[in-house]
């Protein structure tokens, strides 16, 4: 079944917004970047180096499960950038759809530390990555994930999912 929902999904750092911008854009798909929906008091903490638990999540993936109801409603299709960290976060987002795929951008602590750790502007600070790392379920194959490395530039990673999506390629991209 070709999704009707695709979620770009990884820790901080491995390149969600932009691939998944990307993704929408060439697919003529409507996007939605997943850090939008956090609450005010997600964000603060996390501006103040404070890692998010499962209590201040919930809501925050409530409200994407949501705007993927919506997007989703008539026929429309979309794509969503978010962490979706563990597998009851995706099951969340997912909602008992069938049409979602998840993306999961994969890399190595050091790589994509050093990524994070040269971008500006983000609430998000290095010193949270590791939390991340350690909260992380990568998603099994039951879930039929596309595994894609971070150490490819973004315009392949979206060639790369095209292809996959419209059943061109395999499923997982190595480094």
């Known amino acids: 079944m070709d999704p009707g929902v695709i979620v770009v999904m990884g820790v901080a750092g491995s390149g969600k917004s932009t691939v998944a911008a990307e993704l929408a854009r060439r697919l003529g798909w409507r996007f939605a970047e997943g850090d939008a929906f956090h609450p005010a008091g997600n964000v603060e903490k996390m501006r103040q180096g404070i890692a998010l638990n499962d209590s201040d999540r919930w809501p925050w993936l409530d409200a994407i499960a949501a705007w993927v109801h919506e997007a989703r409603r008539g026929g429309g299709r979309c794509v969503v950038a978010c962490s979706a960290l563990k597998r009851a976060y995706r099951e969340r987002i997912a909602g008992g759809r069938d049409d979602v795929r998840f993306v999961y951008l994969q ?52 060639d790369r999912i095209i292809g996959i999506v419209s059943g061109t390629t395999g499923t997982r991209l190595g480094s």
């Open 107 to 158: 890399g190595t602590y050091d790589l994509v530390s050093r990524r994070l750790a040269s971008r500006t502007g983000h609430y998000m600070p290095l010193a949270l990555l590791r939390s991340q790392y350690e909260t992380l379920e990568e998603p099994g194959t039951e879930e039929n994930p596309i595994v894609l490395s971070v150490e490819r530039p973004p315009g392949e990673i979206v």
